[in-house]
């Protein structure tokens, strides 16, 4: 279990790309990230690289993200298995994600989500431009699956939440991972009896592959009905108090509990 505590920050409008690095900076060690592992300048982007670790004790038990700002306002953001900060360089990188570009004439808010050892996000929200940012290692993994030869941390391809992206040492040498139900139609609108939103619990990742799935979350990660929701909606999960931030808004979207 890895109940969500949420930390809410802004940006002021008119901000510099290293206001926006100190930014994200601020909003990482929120989401429960610890000291940067690495900074640097290449070009003219700036880089941060954090460490997930999952297991200490295992070569690939710990996920390395790397976030890169471009002078232009567009935030990149990858997976190594591997890195070395001497060098500024990974291993296993994942293909990159680009978001959509920042205006910086406009404020922004970073919203925290720290899942303690499952889930570290930064979702960064600018009018109806949103990114979402960081790692999430789910809790139960295939049993085959071992931290010697494969990583556990994955993150989200676009702003739809749709799947999720590992290193490439992973077990089925494909990196992406559907997200079961994730933009479903059929997870819609609220239940027309009752009024309520369903709220389905444990993301599981089912591989491109084609070959199986890769892990299952905790249940304080969810699909839900969302359609006609807005972003930062709490829902109630049915017959509890167990309350949910929805995250992604739509069909089939997701939703991180955080009482």
């Known amino acids: 279990m890895a109940i969500a505590t949420r930390t809410i920050t802004t940006l002021s ?6 206001q926006l690095s100190a930014a994200l900076q601020t909003a990482f060690t929120n ?9 640097y300048t290449s070009g003219t982007d700036l880089i941060l690289v954090y460490a997930f670790v999952a297991d200490a004790s295992k070569a690939c ?29 990974g291993t296993n990188g994942s293909i990159e994600v680009g978001y959509s570009t920042l205006v910086n004439t406009t404020a922004g ?22 990114l979402p940012l960081g790692v999430i290692v789910p809790v139960t993994m295939r049993s085959s699956w071992d931290l010697n030869s494969w990583t556990n941390g994955y993150i ?25 139900l994730a933009g479903s139609t059929r997870l819609g609108t609220a239940n027309t009896i009752d009024n309520q939103r369903d709220v389905l619990t444990g993301l599981l990742l089912l591989n491109q592959g ?3 799935f890769c892990g299952k979350t905790s249940d304080d990660i ?28 739509g069909s089939g979207g997701i939703a991180m509990r955080i009482i």
């Open 13 to 18: 409008a008119n901000f510099t790309q290293a």
């Open 156 to 180: 989200f391809t676009g702003s739809t939440m749709l799947l999720l992206r590992s290193t490439l040492a992973n077990q089925y040498s494909n990196t992406e991972n559907d997200i079961a």
């Open 31 to 39: 989401a429960g990230f610890s000291s940067l592992f690495d900074s």
């Open 222 to 249: 969810a699909v839900i009905n969302g359609s006609g929701s807005t972003r930062y909606d709490i829902l109630t999960k049915s017959g509890t108090s167990q309350q949910y931030l929805v995250v992604n808004p």
């Open 61 to 89: 038990g710990t996920t390395y993200l790397r976030v890169r700002i471009s002078n232009t306002f567009i935030i990149y953001q990858q997976v190594y298995s591997a890195w070395n900060p001497s060098t500024h360089t």
């Open 210 to 212: 084609n070959t199986g």
């Open 109 to 130: 808010v970073f919203n925290s989500l720290n899942g303690t050892s499952e889930s570290r996000l930064v979702l960064v929200t600018q009018g109806a431009t949103f």
